[in-house]
Structures are given as C-alpha cells and as structure tokens.
C-alpha cells in the first residue's frame, strides 16, 4: 500500500464548478499536511497547509481528519487558471515529505 | 518568482561526464532537498540536509553526490550516470525540516 494515496483522476470540470480531491495517507506518526500545485513542466508550489481545524483560503477549503488519516481539498467556483496537478503531500516527524501521485485538474471553458 | 535558483537548467551529458547540479537559497532555511521527478510522476525524495549535515539519503546511487557547503548552497555532483537517469531534478528548502517547501525552478537532464 501506497504511503500517499490520491484520487487518480483526471478531473474535468466547467467553469464555475465545485471539485473537491481526496487523500488518504498510511503513517498515523504523520506530523504536517499540505496540498500544492504543480503547472506543466514548472515546479511545485505551495497551495495550503492543512489543520485540523480546516482553514480557507479565498475559493480554497482544505481539511484534515486525523481519526481517518484523510485529507481533503475543495475549489469553488473553478478558473481556466485553477487547471494544474493537485499534489497531496504528508511530512513524517523526521521530517521527511512523501508525494501522492497527484491528482489532475482540466477546467473548461 | 522562484526564491530557490537552480542552475543550469539544463544539462545534456554522457555517460562518462561529470558536472553538478547547484542550487542556492537566501531565506535563511536550515533544511535543503533534492528530488527527481519523472514525467507525469510526482517528486521522489533523493537526499535531506538539515543544518548543513546529510540527514536523509534513500538510497540513491552512489553515482549521485550531493554536497552542502554552507547554510546558502547545495549542490549534486553527477558521474556515470545512465539514460534512466534522465530526469527534472528539483532542490527544495524549508525553514525546518518538515516546514513548508520551497522549490526552485528545476534542472532538466538528458543523459545520453
């Protein structure tokens, strides 16, 4: 089993649409949890941290829920600009990042 | 705007070159990374250095060497490498390690 789990996708989505990405991580020591963004052929970015508590940023929700060992991100009211791959990433408390796959997003016009 | 720089970025080199891969990063981060990233896959984790001091190699090849000479630079020395080698490779830092990271743009490497 996968360390980091993500929905597979790909998602394609209408303008104006609400997406919401899945990730399910295997090591209950897991310390921090962050979503981030990567373009096409560019580096990737830091979208969110993410807490337990749930924090929002703009049309962006992201949430974690420890019991379950789940994260999750939400968009509202999707851009042609959101289109990127969506990176799950979870830190061990040494310190170390794992990937997940990564979850594609295609909003059209 | 990257505040990781990365240089080159990108190498062809043969099979028995060397160079290095140099990164540098004036956040004041005590934790720095390299990753390599395959098309379509996401970032795999080659070496941690935290205050200057290798914390993590999982398991990468002796053919890649990575060397930290101050709070500021990293570099990734590259001999014998093969085509499978191929590959972007991106240096990452973090305040801490396991805080936030910060990627540079990446060096593109063809190993012919």
């Known amino acids: 089993r996968k360390e980091v789990e993500q929905d597979p996708g790909p998602f394609n989505v209408p303008e104006g649409a609400t997406v919401a990405f899945n990730c399910t991580y295997s090591?209950?020591?897991?310390?921090?949890f962050f979503w981030y963004r990567q373009d096409c052929r560019k580096e990737p970015k830091l979208l969110m941290s993410?807490?337990?508590s749930g924090n929002e940023d703009g049309r962006f929700t992201a949430q974690l829920n420890r019991a379950s060992q789940y994260i999750s991100l939400l968009i509202r009211d999707s851009k042609l600009s959101d289109s990127a791959t969506y990176l799950c990433?979870?830190?061990?408390?040494?310190?170390?990042?794992?990937f997940g796959d990564g979850t594609t997003l295609t909003v059209k016009p | 705007d990257t505040e990781v720089t990365q240089t080159p970025k990108h190498l062809v080199m043969g099979m028995t070159n060397k160079k290095s891969l140099k990164c540098e990063q004036h956040?004041?981060?005590?934790?720095m990374y390299w990753y390599k990233q395959k098309a379509k896959k996401p970032p795999e984790l080659m070496f941690v250095?935290?205050?200057?001091?290798?914390?993590i190699n999982e398991s990468v090849p002796s053919r890649f060497s990575p060397e930290c000479p101050n709070s500021s630079l990293l570099n990734l020395h590259l001999h014998a490498l093969q085509p499978e080698d191929s590959a972007l490779y991106l240096c990452?830092?973090?305040?801490?390690?396991?805080?936030?990271?910060?990627f540079g743009n990446g060096t593109r490497l063809t190993v012919t």
């Open positions: 990433v979870v830190n061990t408390n040494a310190g170390k990042s794992t």
């Open positions: 990452a830092s973090s305040q801490e390690r396991g805080s936030p990271l910060h």
């Open positions: 250095y935290s205050y200057e001091k290798l914390s």
């Open positions: 993410v807490y337990s």
């Open positions: 090591n209950s020591a897991s310390q921090s």
């Open positions: 956040m004041g981060h005590r934790a």
